[in-house]
């Protein structure tokens, strides 16, 4: 029999008997000792909640509104590379999982099915992720390709100067095989992607030939003259840098460790969320990822200040599982369980949802 898929987590133990074992590594893993991918998880698990009664709250909305766009819920898809690894329809089948939940949709730079295809499968609910290439013609191509087929951001990653050490793709040889490719992209900047090298990842390789390391605050101002879209950055931990992203024209930011696959030992998303929300004091939105895998994890992200939050692996676990009817379970199941807990907190809608709510410092 089938078992049923109520959680993200069913929805894991079900994909990782679908998937190839290395890319499985690659989904699963994050940088040298995985401190960070467990920290994300267990700093979620601490939060304890103060729910009020007797609050008269029989259903609640978890609909809002981001740059213009409505969204059925605060619970978004992260950017992740590559879907052609577990799915054949890849990112066309994830937006229309997303647009079945009414969720965001963030494209990765490196996606494998065109930006147009995408955007196609989606209702003006996607935005466009980009690493910063030493080939700055590819990254105002792409801005530019966005814009024309509608997407609603660009989101920059600012956190990867060079790869962290993923030790399970470095074991694995990891490479980006079996006709999967980054089809929105000149193949010659993508050609060390797909060299076999034993002992290396083959993306580690390919990011250290590709990226610009030597990147700093003031270079945001040109990918900014790129576009008229809202520039969003991710990867940020600090209240420094947030005050620095929003004073350089930031439209938002993403509170990410990159799931824990770039510095191991940084800081947990959840426990550099309070810090970041009172740095930025309301001039820009802030969203978080990193560890989030039910709805009660996106309700204390968001009494703790963020905007939306976003979510990883977990998509990729159901569009692994069921393609887009997968994508679109695994969101609607952390939907159902966050709108569930705010009538449970006596929370009708996300902007009820504040600090009191979680009490502080963990148990
Ligand atoms: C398989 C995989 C591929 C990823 N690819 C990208 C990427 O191409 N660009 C990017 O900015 N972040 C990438 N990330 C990081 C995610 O955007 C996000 O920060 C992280 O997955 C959030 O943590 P979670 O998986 O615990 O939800 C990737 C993450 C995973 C697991």
Redesign the pocket.
């Known amino acids: 029999m089938t078992p049923l898929l109520l959680t993200a987590s069913d929805y894991r133990d079900s994909a990782q008997g679908l998937v190839k074992p290395d890319v499985w590594d ?3 893993g994050g940088a040298e000792d995985e401190r960070t ?1 467990a920290a ?2 267990r700093a979620f698990d601490r939060v304890r909640l103060r729910p009020r009664v007797l609050a008269g709250v029989a259903d609640a909305d978890t609909g809002l509104s981001l740059f213009g766009t409505a969204y059925a819920t605060p619970v978004g898809i ?5 879907h052609r690894l577990v799915d054949a329809e890849g990112e066309v089948a994830t937006a229309r999982g997303a647009t079945a939940a009414g969720a965001l949709f ?1 494209v ?3 996606a494998s099915r065109t930006l147009e295809d995408i955007a196609a499968a989606a209702a003006g609910n996607v935005w466009l ?1 980009l ?1 910063w290439l030493r080939r700055r013609d590819v990254m105002r191509s792409l801005a530019e390709r966005a814009e024309r087929a509608g997407y609603g951001a660009i ?1 920059l ?1 600012v956190d ?1 100067p060079r790869m962290g050490r993923r030790r399970r793709d470095m074991r694995n040889g990891f490479t980006i095989g079996g006709g999967v490719a980054a089809v929105n992209i000149d193949p010659a900047v993508m050609a060390s992607a797909h060299r076999r090298d034993a002992g290396r990842s083959a993306l580690a390789r390919h990011t250290a030939d590709t990226f610009d390391p030597t990147l700093t605050w003031t270079d945001l101002a040109w990918l900014r003259g790129c576009t008229r879209l809202p520039l969003v950055l ?2 940020i931990l600090t209240a420094q840098d947030a005050v620095l992203a929003a004073d350089h024209g930031a439209d938002a930011i ?1 509170v ?6 770039q510095l191991d030992g940084a800081v947990a ?1 959840l426990d550099a969320l309070a810090e970041v929300v009172d740095a930025v004091a309301g001039r820009i939105p802030v969203l978080l ?5 039910r709805g009660t994890d996106a309700m204390a992200a968001l009494a703790l200040g963020a905007r939306m939050v ?5 998509p ?1 676990w159901g569009l692994a599982t069921g393609g887009a009817d997968g994508v679109a379970g695994v969101l609607r199941a952390m939907t159902g369980e966050l709108e569930h807990a705010m009538v449970l907190s006596g929370r009708p809608a996300l902007e009820a949802l504040d600090r009191s709510l979680v009490r502080p410092g963990g148990p």
Request: hydrophobic letters at 40%.
């Open positions: 690659f989904i699963e991918v994300n998880v992260a950017p992740t590379a590559y963030v990765a730079m490196f992720q690493y989101m990653t990867v991710k990867g993403v990410s460790n990159h799931g824990g696959r998303s990822d990193g560890g989030v895998r976003l979510t990883g692996r977990p990729l």
